[in-house]
């Protein structure tokens, strides 16, 4: 059974910065990309970043670039999020999940869903 574990939200000052982890178990390949959606009081649900289980490639939403970072660690199967510079914008339940190989980074297209953690950026 394939099971994602979230942790690390919390409180933090605008310009501050969180890590986030998740620790996957239960993949029997790597045909996988695990990272993170987002979903803010009264909006939809959204891709923040995600890295490829096989190869470590990443990707993320044009709103964090060059602010948040995404990295892997196999040995651990833990994928982590390092938020920097967060902003009040950012404040959101961040949810972690996988979705396959070759598929875009969309709810619609992901294959397991973990608890969600509260991020809370106060200005």
């Known amino acids: 059974e394939v099971q994602l574990q979230a942790s690390g939200g919390g409180l933090v000052q605008a310009g501050g910065s969180l890590r986030l982890s998740c620790a996957a178990s239960g993949f029997t390949s790597d045909d996988y990309a695990i990272g993170w959606f987002r979903q803010a009081p009264g909006k939809e649900r959204e891709g923040v970043s995600c890295i490829m289980r096989s190869d470590g490639s990443t990707w993320y939403a044009n709103s964090v670039k060059g602010r948040f970072t995404i990295s892997s660690d196999n040995a651990k199967n833990t994928v982590y999020l390092q938020m920097n510079s967060l902003k009040p914008e950012d404040t959101a339940v961040y949810y972690c999940?996988?979705?396959?190989?070759?598929?875009?980074?969309?709810?619609?297209?992901?294959?397991?869903w973990g608890k969600g953690t509260l991020v809370t950026v106060s200005s």
């Open positions: 999940a996988a979705v396959p190989s070759g598929s875009y980074y969309t709810s619609g297209a992901v294959r397991h």
